[in-house]
């Protein structure tokens, strides 16, 4: 069997710049299914695509799930687009916004979407600058996830950071590095801030 082709690397990042997760987006000849695989300090984790049929429509823009194994137990983390997004980028009124469940942090513009597992939930939103690492790090007193040298870097080349490319402010251009980072809720509590960063195979 031929060796993985890699397409992305992924980390996040927390705690002024530990990382938290790290893997590779890849795919095997001759078929070149796709798949990302990651690991924390005590977790392996697979990202696979949803099963969509024709009476499960799923989610409009987040159709994966994350298999992740501790030891012996073995868990799957669910993921949605939340409305704000979904109305963002593909003009549809579904899902949920969060205000009613979660203390949002209001210094954040875009909140992308949600993922849960047992009493975790985590919060993905569009990060626009070192300033908002700043106030949203203040507003939940937690660390910053990042360090000062990749703080700065945020600021000055996002690209480097970007999920993807989209028109998320609705201006018009799709030239927009969308950064996104996180907040982990336990019981409705928030206990960790996480910054992403994906890198292609050619950067």
Request: aromatic share 12%.
């Amino acid at each position: 069997m031929a060796d993985p082709i890699v397409a992305q690397w992924g980390k996040s990042y927390y705690n002024l710049g530990q990382v938290f997760e790290q893997g590779t987006l890849s795919a095997t000849e001759p078929d070149y299914i796709s798949e990302f695989k990651s690991t924390t300090d005590t977790q392996t984790i697979t990202y696979r695509g949803n099963r969509i049929d024709s009476n499960t429509r799923g989610d409009p823009l987040f159709r994966w799930e994350a298999v992740i194994t501790e030891g012996e137990t073995t868990k799957i983390k669910q993921y949605e687009s939340s409305k704000q997004y979904r109305t963002l980028i593909c003009h549809l009124t579904t899902g949920s916004d969060y205000h009613e469940d979660f203390d949002l942090c209001p210094s954040v513009n875009i909140w992308m979407a949600r993922s849960w597992l047992e009493d975790e939930e985590e919060l993905y939103f569009y990060l626009e600058g070192s300033n908002m690492l700043e106030s949203v790090a203040t507003y939940y007193n937690l660390p910053e996830p990042c360090d000062s040298d990749m703080k700065a870097r945020v600021e000055s080349n996002p690209e480097e950071f970007r999920l993807r490319h989209q028109d998320i402010n609705q201006t018009g251009s799709r030239d927009v590095p969308v950064v996104v980072a996180s907040i982990v809720f336990k019981d409705n509590v928030a206990t960790m801030f996480k910054l992403y960063e994906i890198t292609r195979w050619d950067e």
